[in-house]
């Protein structure tokens, strides 16, 4: 009995009049795979220095996301803390195992620290962006050990450290780093964009911040680690 | 097969084979450039409902240095294509090149027919390259009339006085198959008096499609009520639009809901031929005269 | 397995929607918001006509090449860990799912929103294998706890108004105060908020669709607003995909050429707010992420569409862009279609999937106004689409013999040009006689679907040709005197 697979395989062999093994085809497919060509990459993020800095920003705060810019990340506990104490949120923050993260001085702050993926009962998380673009001021986050996936979907406060120096063009830009941490073709388990804070409009199309995600989002863009 | 092999030998032979005979053919004056022989492909809704739009065009085409011919002619065939019938379509599309192949333009005041000769014929033929050449090159001399005006002759102002506030429909098929927007608005800013005051979503559908009206009645009715609000809604006295099928769509919506909206073709003002009664309103209630 | 269809009773359903107060009043909100964001969006970007071009050119080049994009995806998914399995049909395909969930011994299987899993009726599958499938995306939650289906690709409550949603909410969720205020959309969105939570947290299966298939890394793209497709597969132990086998995409440049497109086509955003690419199951030191990863891609008729005329509508990306922008949409809403998609991408999918005859209303209810192709982010030619269904209707005799009949006298005349000026001359000049008092007529023999809402113009008197060829002959008999 033929499986499922060969059935559907001969099914669009049938359909486009080819056998599969043919050198035109399957060279097409090798060299696109290979050679990944780019296409129509907009203007708008291909920008340079603080032009670009400036862009990111300005189409992050056009999705309510809010962005704080820091000298240095030895200011981001105390951004933490203001930006909770301002909102009258706890003073709580969870996070993974990113170097940048633990080496900072929370105890400076009265904030209860704890660290590990979230099961749900956590108000305030932050994690840190492996890179962001201009383009659409959108923020890339990898899975593993250093940010867990669920810390930048179950809190209702999500804060993202990126450095100015990881703000590129767009997404091309993205899977250029990726490939360049994890090899050609190879991903981590999750690579979430995140642009601007959780919403919906399923209800009469009118736009409600907070659906099932973060219902804000806090940028700190900062200049040195 | 055979008999589309006949019309495309028929078709092929330059149209001074047909025309003139042998030694004429040569005798062209040097200095005065010939006027464009323009046929008028009136439309089948314009020849039986309408025809004063015919007449309108005639006298646009003819102030813009055009010789107009109107060759005997019955339907481009549109409600066959969209129909599904592609044989009858065929035939007519075969019959329609025949009749107009000794013109230099074919001109008609309907998007919606020119879209059927200008962009859907050569698709008719595409199993046969002898006469989807012949249809490709019919195409292309295919233009809707105030299009034809504006970006052919170059006509920039027209003639005419009209001392009303009007709106204008973009009919779907010119608008979205031929690019027609600015054309109709451009001679409209030339008819002295005239206002032109634009009705939100002009460029949505009336809700007429041809045989769709009649099919799905309810349907079309939903959207011709939606496109007369936004008539009444726009203040303007007079209706105008490129293309018969639609207009008559909403005159006759707006004359059942009985409000005293003037609903009128665009040729009719440009031409400054507007002393027949609007579409749907009495012979007696003749319009303005301008 | 499949959703039963009334997409035969196209013409009662809409009469049914046109008279629906509640919802026609919803209806009003797909006229125009949606129309103006994605209008403003493309405005805003100049390389967005260009981008269009390129992703309708990815697509043909995955629909020319789709064997052999789906080998490669199949050994990327299996060598990062996760597990391929191919469905010819919707029965395959829910036998796949329901057999991962009961091997994990599930209970509770969440789900985001996703087409195909509602044209294979997957959450009936699922209850009937004694689990409770629950969907999380907060459109596709209300319309669950109604009973109904969805009547928008991307925004499937959008028929109901938010006082609708509210007393759906009082029914349903008993145990919450029976006084609490629930006017404003921001309350509704907070209660679901927290009765979805305790679901995702409690799930065993997580179950999401996918915009794009990448052959290159062997992922699965999927792109919310809520974050519920994330919760959905990072919290259970077990994430399925399904998808249809067009979704296919080579690279990651060629997927962002489509996200690009995609968002600003359906709701107007250059990006929405999370778009997730999952590779595999979760890694060695990961701490969160599902522990196993599945993928199930479905045929369901799509391979026979491959090579056909209809070959152009397996580039669809699910935008709603046509839905959005069509007048015969904007008058009826979505179950009027009958069956799962609506539209005019609905128009020419739904035939292709389950037969004409069953839904042959679908491409005949349009007035081919063309506005559904101008928007199309891979610019499927949906009104010529539409066009071939009705050419394969006439072909079989399956349209309706009153249009026949009418069409076959029609075209008698329109072939012969003396006849037709002959008959229509006396017949113009009878029913101008007829007309002449009011200009218009309220009713005439056969043309009821006309005059039933709207009255016919009647002919102002002799035809065009007539008056012209009088006109020439006159000027042709006058005596020459020049010469």
Not at chain 3, 14 to 26: I, N, S, V, W, Y
Request: a neutral charge; proline letters at 5%; hydrophobic letters at 40%.
């Amino acid at each position: 009995m033929s499986t499922a697979r060969d059935d559907i395989l001969s099914n669009i062999r049938r359909s486009l009049g080819v056998h599969g093994k043919e050198a035109p085809r399957l060279a097409s497919v090798q060299n696109r795979l290979a050679q990944t060509p780019a296409g129509v990459i907009p203007a708008r993020g291909q920008l340079e220095g603080e032009t670009k800095t400036a862009m990111f920003i300005e189409q992050a705060e056009m999705v309510q996301a809010s962005v704080a810019r820091l000298a240095s990340a030895a200011e981001i506990p105390a951004e933490v803390a203001r930006y909770l104490r301002e909102h009258n949120l706890p003073a709580t923050i969870r996070m993974g195992a990113d170097p940048l993260l633990t080496a900072l001085d929370w105890n400076a702050t009265s904030m209860a620290l704890s660290q590990g993926p979230s099961t749900g009962h956590d108000l305030n998380a932050i994690s840190v962006a492996s890179a962001g673009f201009a383009e659409t001021g959108s923020l890339m986050l990898t899975s593993g050990q250093d940010n867990p996936t669920t810390l930048n979907f179950l809190p209702d406060t999500h804060f993202v450290v990126l450095k100015t120096s990881d703000i590129e063009v767009g997404l091309e830009s993205m899977w250029q780093r990726l490939r360049a941490r994890f090899g050609k073709a190879l991903m981590p388990r999750t690579v979430n964009f995140i642009t601007g804070p959780s919403r919906s409009a399923d209800i009469e199309q009118s736009m409600l911040l907070g659906a099932h995600g973060p219902r804000s989002l806090h940028i700190l863009l900062i200049e040195t680690a | 097969m055979k008999r589309t092999r006949l019309w495309a030998t028929v078709l092929s032979f330059p149209i001074s084979f047909y025309v003139l005979p042998p030694h004429e053919m040569t005798i062209v004056p040097a200095e005065t450039k010939p006027k464009p022989r323009v046929g008028l492909f009136a439309t089948c809704l314009v020849d039986l409902f309408r025809p004063s739009v015919g007449f309108a065009a005639v006298k646009l085409l003819e102030d813009a240095g055009c010789l107009v011919v109107v060759p005997s002619q019955t339907c481009c065939g549109q409600p066959a294509f969209n129909s599904g019938d592609r044989t009858t379509t065929r035939d007519l599309a075969l019959q329609v090149m025949e009749a107009f192949k000794d013109c230099d333009y074919i001109v008609a005041p309907s998007g919606s027919c020119t879209g059927m000769m200008a962009k859907h014929y050569p698709e008719l033929f595409l199993d046969d390259p002898d006469i989807a050449n012949l249809a490709n090159n019919f195409a292309a001399k295919c233009h809707e009339l105030v299009s034809f005006l504006t970006d052919v002759l170059g006509v920039t102002t027209v003639a005419a006085t009209f001392p009303r506030n009007v709106t204008y429909h973009d009919s779907c098929s010119g608008l979205r198959e031929l690019n027609i927007q600015s054309q109709p608005r451009k001679l409209l800013a030339s008819v002295e008096g005239l206002t032109l005051t634009e009705m939100k979503d002009s460029d949505v559908c009336c809700g007429f499609g041809g045989t769709f009206a009649v099919k799905y009645g309810d349907l079309s009715n939903a959207i011709v009520t939606e496109k007369t609000s936004q008539v009444l809604h726009s203040g303007a006295q007079v209706l105008l639009a490129g293309d018969l099928g639609c207009l008559m769509n909403m005159a006759g919506k707006l004359a059942r809901q009985g409000k005293d909206i003037e609903v009128r073709h665009v040729a009719e003002v440009l031409a400054g031929m507007t002393q027949d009664a609007p579409i749907a309103a009495a012979p007696s209630d003749k319009g303005q005269r301008s | 397995m499949s959703h039963a269809s009334t997409s035969p009773q196209f013409k009662a359903n809409t009469r049914k929607a046109l008279g629906d107060t509640q919802l026609q009043a919803a209806l009003g909100h797909v006229r125009h918001r949606f129309i103006d964001k994605r209008a403003q969006a493309a405005a805003r970007l100049p390389e967005f006509e260009a981008l269009r071009d390129s992703a309708r050119d990815i697509k043909d080049h995955v629909l020319a090449h789709l064997d052999l994009y789906l080998e490669t995806y199949e050994a990327n998914v299996t060598a990062s860990g996760g597990k391929v399995h191919f469905a010819r049909n919707a029965q395959e395909a829910c036998d796949a799912i329901v057999g991962i969930c009961q091997a994990r011994g599930a209970k509770t299987v969440t789900k985001g929103k996703s087409m195909v899993s509602e044209e294979i009726g997957l959450n009936a599958a699922i209850e009937a294998a004694g689990m409770v499938p629950v969907e999380t995306d907060l459109g596709e939650y209300i319309i669950q706890i109604r009973g109904e289906t969805p009547s928008h690709i991307i925004a499937p409550a959008v028929h109901l108004t938010k006082e609708q949603v509210a007393a759906d909410f009082r029914h349903t969720h008993r145990h919450l105060p029976a006084q609490r205020d629930l006017t404003a959309p921001e309350s509704l969105l907070s209660e679901a908020r927290g009765i979805l939570r305790e679901k995702f947290l409690a799930a065993d299966v997580g179950i999401t669709g996918a915009n794009m298939l990448i052959a290159e890394t062997g992922s699965s793209i999927i792109v919310t607003n809520e974050g519920n497709g994330d919760l959905t597969q990072i919290l259970p132990k077990v994430h399925i995909v399904i998808a249809s086998i067009e979704k296919i995409v080579p690279t990651l440049e060629d997927a962002a050429q489509i996200l690009r497109v995609l968002a600003r086509s359906a709701t107007g955003q250059d990006m929405t707010v999370y778009t997730t690419l999952s590779t595999g199951p979760r890694r060695a030191d990961d701490p969160d992420g599902p522990e196993e990863y599945h993928v199930v891609l479905v045929d369901n008729g799509r391979s026979a569409m491959l090579g056909s005329e209809f070959e152009e509508m397996l580039r669809c990306i699910r935008c709603g862009a046509c839905m959005n922008h069509c007048p015969v949409y904007h008058a009826v809403g979505g179950h009027a279609y009958g069956w799962v998609y609506p539209g005019p991408m609905g128009a020419v999918l739904t035939p292709s999937l389950i037969g004409v005859d069953e839904a042959g209303h679908l491409p005949n209810a349009s007035t081919f106004c063309g506005r559904c192709e101008s928007v199309c982010p891979v610019r499927i030619p949906l009104p010529k689409l539409m066009r071939h269904w009705r050419e394969r209707e006439f072909e079989r005799h399956l349209s309706p013999a009153t249009i026949r009949a009418g069409l076959g006298l029609w075209a008698f005349f329109a072939k012969r040009p003396v006849l037709y000026r002959f008959s229509t001359t006396l017949g113009m000049r009878l029913l101008s006689i007829m007309g002449r008092a009011k200009g218009r007529f309220h009713w005439l023999p056969f043309t009821s679907g006309w005059t039933q809402s709207r009255d016919l113009p009647a002919p102002q008197g002799e035809t065009f040709q007539a008056q012209w060829h009088r006109a020439q002959k006159a000027a042709n008999a006058k005596p020459s005197v020049t010469s």
